[in-house]
């Protein structure tokens, strides 16, 4: 938690403030019960109506002065844990763009998107109950105990038996409910995600008629999650009568030893009353407080979640490296690259070498798992290489600022993705003052100018989230285009023509090679017709760069590469192309 009161510091004045007019409505709060005995003891027992008018009054006045501060400290509370909550979901948000894909799919998207929504609302939550209530409830649960030694002493010392006992209750239940709201909190991880693969795979999910197994699974681990709820709650759940029975027990001593000393004169019936009231105040406050330990017991799970994520360093550093332009070096050079994931046994990519050269296109092919999307991450620098440097424009991508890195790259990747709004609005992402002919170009390049003239708004027309109402071949022409709008000097199409038919990418691969400024396309694709007329071809196989040079070349010298053609073509097809 000490990791997140950074985020306090703005809000100093509303974070003393919100606790100090709570301690003041706590003060008039423990008035109360004097004021009734003095009204049962003077004006009561002396029936002087005026004396009790009069106190009617005061405890009027201490209601008012008590709600206008309660109010008050509500207010700043609130202020403070909102402005909280605020800041630091922003700089979580912010953090988390960060990362690299490697902390992204070691930490999983499930697991951030609970941090910035659930974790942040019950932490920022608890801080506003803490300044409203972790310094009143003990400071009216203790001041009780003194107001009670002012009214008599022999009295007082049940509240001194019994205040110890009701916080051994509070606080070992608190230790014992503790880790398992930590545990909750994963299981609550592991349905979110299970939640969102059914949604994201609905469809294949359907198609194999799978969905009895996967409600079997949602269910069993919905059981766990209620297990661990359960009992968490049934420990919780003990506080309440806990409290209430050792509060009932003092409360029968006062009642006893307060009786015992009216009998012999010693005391008087509003006094007893005051030692009752108090004892009833502690009884409200505790159990206040010990609902607050139980949030506070979670948000500080929460709290230990968020700073993990926030002690989660980049594995990647932006560079500052100057580039003075006019350089003659081939656009993109690898020089024996290897690559494993995180967490991975098995290398990915092992001694790349090639070089691009400026307004080459290179067709990358290769076998299910072969290592293509690796390679082309590591371009965009999506991955840092594990071994050996990845060069563009003769300076390794390690020392291009982000901006500039993504400035000179367009990738399209392997699902096509749209954002809600309008196809201009998406057109813009990488060049936001866009025109509308610039847009148009780009859409004639990606065959996706008809999309948009079909359309009755045109570039006006509303995009759902995720692109739901276009066809998957639409919104890959669409995302093409869009990575087209900023001309870029290096181009990447992940797989990204796989919906189109073979007439549109023909016309799509074309129109590539013949555009007005000077660029370097990849096609990644596991199709021959897409990259058999490229300058050249990088074949992998089990992350190894098996083949590089052109089609006719590689269909004479690479075995690999002569499957993949006589797999997709007969003889005569691969001998006429």
């Given at each position: ?105 070691r930490i999983g998207t499930p697991t951030l998107l609970t941090r910035l929504t659930s974790d ?53 239940i608190m230790l014992i409910t503790m880790p398992y709201y930590s545990k909750a909190q994963k ?391």
């Open positions: 938690m000490k990791r997140l009161l950074v985020y306090l510091s703005a809000y100093k004045k509303e974070s003393i403030l919100a606790p100090l007019f709570k301690m003041l409505e706590a003060g008039f709060e423990l008035l109360v019960p004097l004021v009734m005995a003095d009204i049962i003891d003077v004006g009561v027992a002396g029936r002087d109506q005026g004396y009790v008018l009069l106190m009617g009054a005061v405890l009027l006045l201490l209601g008012i002065v008590g709600l206008v501060s309660s109010v008050t400290a509500q207010y700043f509370a609130a202020k403070a844990a909102t402005g909280f909550g605020r800041r630091l979901r922003q700089d979580l948000f912010v953090h988390i763009n960060a990362f690299s894909y490697t902390e992204i799919d942040v609302n019950l932490v920022q939550n608890g801080v506003n109950m803490v300044l409203r209530l972790f310094l009143r409830s003990p400071f009216i649960v203790f001041g009780s105990m003194i107001m009670a030694f002012t009214v008599d002493g022999k009295a007082a010392l049940i509240f001194v038996a019994v205040i110890p006992l009701l916080s051994v209750v509070v606080f070992g299981q609550l991880d592991g349905i979110l995600r299970r939640v969102r693969e059914n949604l994201t795979g609905v469809r294949v999910i359907r198609a194999f008629n799978r969905q009895q197994d996967e409600i079997a699974e949602f269910t069993e681990c919905a059981k766990d999650l209620r297990h661990t709820q359960s009992f968490v709650g049934k420990i919780s759940a003990l506080l309440n009568p806990l409290t209430c029975v050792l509060i009932n027990l003092g409360l029968v001593a006062v009642l006893w030893i307060g009786g015992d000393q009216v009998n012999t004169g010693r005391l008087q019936q509003g006094e007893v009353v005051a030692l009752v009231n108090y004892m009833s105040q502690i009884l409200v406050e505790l159990v206040k407080l010990a609902n607050l330990i139980i949030l506070l017991t979670r948000s500080l799970a929460c709290a230990k979640r968020i700073a993990a994520v926030l002690e989660t360093e980049p594995s990647m550093t932006e560079g500052n490296g100057k580039f003075s332009g006019g350089s003659r070096a081939p656009r993109v050079i690898m020089e024996d690259v290897s690559f494993t994931y995180a967490g991975a046994g098995d290398a990915a990519l092992e001694h790349i070498s090639f070089r691009a050269g400026r307004g080459e296109t290179v067709g990358v092919i290769g076998g299910t798992g072969s290592g293509k999307t690796t390679l082309v991450n590591l371009i965009a620098r999506f991955y840092d290489a594990t071994e050996g440097g990845v060069l563009i424009d003769g300076m390794d991508v390690k020392r291009y600022p982000f901006a500039r890195l993504r400035e000179k790259i367009g990738v399209v990747p392997q699902k096509a993705v749209l954002f809600s709004g309008t196809i201009r609005e998406n057109m813009q992402w990488g060049k936001p003052d866009a025109t509308d002919e610039e847009i148009g170009a780009a859409l004639a390049v990606a065959q996706a100018k008809e999309i948009v003239e079909g359309k009755e708004d045109g570039l006006d027309t509303r995009i759902l989230q995720g692109g739901r109402n276009l066809s998957g071949g639409q919104r890959q022409r669409l995302t093409i285009a869009r990575a087209l709008v900023k001309k870029p000097e290096i181009l990447i199409l992940d797989d990204s023509a796989s919906a189109l038919d073979f007439a549109t990418d023909a016309r799509l691969r074309r129109a590539l090679r013949d555009l007005e400024w000077d660029t370097t396309v990849f096609l990644v694709s596991q199709r021959i017709s897409t990259v058999q007329n490229a300058d050249r071809i990088l074949v992998m196989d089990d992350g190894r760069l098996v083949g590089d040079g052109t089609h006719e070349e590689l269909y004479e010298t690479c075995q690999v590469y002569r499957e993949i053609c006589l797999s997709q073509m007969d003889q005569k097809e691969v001998s006429a192309s």
